[in-house]
């Protein structure tokens, strides 16, 4: 028995000393996202849950199965197989295509400014286990946001052209918030489970601006080039609490209605402000001429989710809807001067999910093609922040593949893909002048491992007499 431990956590070692270094050269990166809308609050908001789970929408409200890790809603860690374990992790894969309209001084677009990045990243580890009969436990890591921009903008003003030469504003982020969950199911009746979950929000978000002149063409030469390093330093709880209701249970088929409440608020991070200056003719090294720390108001919404799930020996479906209140009130966005103009603020969402799933035959041994899960989702909501009061919708189609493998019980190697589109449906104005907000498509591959054992043969959790 003790061969087997250590066989596993060998396994394990050497998956994520594989999995976590990974980084692709040139234009990719460690970051999970890479979009401007990453610019202000906490960053892109990443989709939870497993390859499963996403690649039929992200729903996972109602899901209620032995065979999953559900880290969404506590109530289903009650079902944790009573003498085993589930383990999963995965890591995505993203392409970015980014465009923005350009337009000229009558209001006619005149191009399309583009942009395009790749991303590789660890998406998830999560661990189901059960404490006592009917009551169980999962523990799960997984980014909650990430941000990621790189922009640059070259000062339009005539008099700064005629005074000094060409003034280039740059602005790049980079870093995510992390959620570390711990999650309590307990089913007290047959048809009934509640849970609980502490949440630990953790991680660096840093942002720089800059501004720097390459051909200084007039005056004294002393033109200081600027760079300044914002830092927020993430550590904050919150709590979660969920319940599912079978409202068919029997041996054929499963009906389980569950709901979620998230307990939002600020989380407070702590912010340093960093300042360089650069003299451009006498080389002057950088040197911090402030340093100070002071709290954001940065937050996580209060999240109401309602959902269902069908699943029977073929065929399983859900669907999930959740509504986050974000508050429109925050101004705490509007963090660079030169960015003033476009005003940026929080605004409450809508999301839809939908998934479907079908194994045609689970037992059949002599076709493996029958054993194999197939899955389609989508997914429809609207981004938590508002831009010049434009609101931006947020649209993805997924799909994906599940292999089932025989590795210490039955496991599964799952493969996901999804479309996605963030857009604006409308061209704001700004000082009278058109400016178009950016339309975001990605495409990303998921792979994830999940690891459990349902053999009556192979229980985990039971001391063996003879090794």
């Excluded at 109530?75 to 000229?104: C, G, I």
């Excluded at 790189?150 to 982020?173: C, E, F, H, P, S």
């Excluded at 609980?196 to 002393?222: C, H, L, M, Q």
């Excluded at 509007?334 to 839809?352: C, G, R, W």
């Amino acid at each position: 028995m003790q061969s087997r431990y250590t066989l596993i956590l060998g396994v394990v070692i050497a998956i994520f000393a594989l999995v976590i270094p990974i980084t692709v050269e040139a234009q990719t990166s460690s970051i999970n996202a890479y979009s401007p809308y990453s610019m202000y609050g906490p960053g892109e908001l990443i989709t939870p849950g497993t390859v499963q789970m996403r690649a039929m929408g992200g729903i996972g409200i109602g899901l209620r199965s032995t065979g999953q890790v559900n880290t969404q809603n506590p109530a289903a860690a009650s079902v944790a197989p009573r003498k085993s374990f589930l383990f999963d992790f995965s890591f995505d894969a993203t392409h970015y295509r980014n465009n923005q309209a350009k337009f000229d001084s009558a209001g006619t677009e005149s191009h399309k400014a583009k942009t395009a990045y790749n991303t590789i990243n660890l998406h998830n580890i999560s661990l189901a286990f059960p404490l006592a009969k009917n009551f169980g436990a999962t523990l799960s890591v997984a980014p909650y946001s990430s941000v990621g921009y790189k922009m640059v903008m070259t000062d339009q003003n005539d008099n700064n052209w005629a005074d000094i030469g060409r003034v280039v504003y740059g602005y790049l982020g980079e870093g995510d918030i992390t959620e570390v969950k711990l999650a309590l199911g307990w089913a007290p009746w047959r048809n009934f489970s509640i849970g609980v979950a502490a949440k630990y929000f953790w991680g660096n978000i840093d942002r720089e601006y800059s501004t720097t002149i390459p051909n200084v063409i007039t005056g004294t030469g002393n033109f200081a080039a600027t760079k300044g390093v914002d830092r927020y330093r993430v550590n904050n709880f919150k709590l979660q609490a969920g319940i599912q209701w079978n409202i068919i249970l029997n041996e054929k088929r499963i009906f389980t209605l569950g709901a979620t409440y998230d307990l939002g608020g600020r989380l407070n991070p702590k912010k340093q402000n960093y300042v360089y200056t650069d003299n451009t003719i006498n080389n002057i090294h950088s040197a911090p001429i402030t340093d100070f720390t002071q709290t954001l108001e940065l937050r996580v919404p209060h999240e109401v989710g309602v959902g269902l799930y069908y699943q029977d020996r073929v065929v399983a479906w859900g669907v999930d809807y959740k509504y986050a209140a974000w508050g429109s009130d925050n101004k705490s966005f509007e963090e660079n001067s030169n960015m003033k103009d476009i005003a940026v603020a929080y605004t409450n969402t809508h999301t839809l999910k939908l998934g479907f799933e079908i194994t045609p035959k689970r037992t059949d041994v002599r076709n493996y093609l029958n054993r194999m899960s197939y899955r389609v989702g989508a997914r429809l909501g609207n981004n938590y922040q508002t831009f010049a009061g434009e609101r931006i919708n947020q649209l993805a189609i997924t799909a994906g593949i599940g292999f089932p493998v025989k590795i210490w019980g039955s496991s599964s190697i799952n493969v996901g893909f999804e479309y996605g589109r963030m857009s604006s449906p409308a061209t704001p104005k700004l000082n009278g002048m058109r400016v178009g907000l950016v339309t975001q498509n990605y495409y990303k591959i998921s792979v994830g491992f999940s690891l459990f054992s349902l053999d009556t043969s192979d229980y985990w959790f039971v001391r063996q007499k003879y090794d």
